[in-house]
């Protein structure tokens, strides 16, 4: 195999491994990649379009986390307002 069929091979299978994290459930531990080079001329497209991905995907999160933000601060005002009613222990000896 010449040299840039592996470089190709090689983003291929990172490109390959980064759109599998984007669609997973939960965190991927990622580390960059190393002596990979630049990305092959004929992958640029498929890396561009990764990349807009990438960040529909943390948009989508980040509107996920201000939103249970939000619900949790609306819960942690009800709880404020809410008084203790009748005995907070229950004596079971007895």
């Given at each position: 195999m010449?040299?840039?069929?592996?470089?190709?091979?090689?983003?291929?299978?990172?490109?390959?491994?980064?759109?599998?994290?984007?669609?997973?459930?939960?965190d991927v531990p990622w580390s960059e990649p190393t002596a990979l080079g630049p990305v092959p001329r004929k992958l640029v497209g498929r890396a561009s379009r990764l990349l807009a991905a990438q960040r529909d995907r943390i948009a989508t999160l980040e509107g996920d986390r201000r939103a249970t933000l939000d619900h949790l601060g609306a819960l942690r005002a009800v709880d404020a307002t809410r008084e203790p009613r009748g005995s907070v222990y229950l004596d079971a000896s007895a």
């Open positions: 010449s040299p840039d069929a592996e470089r190709r091979a090689a983003w291929e299978a990172v490109l390959d491994a980064l759109e599998a994290d984007l669609t997973a459930d939960g």
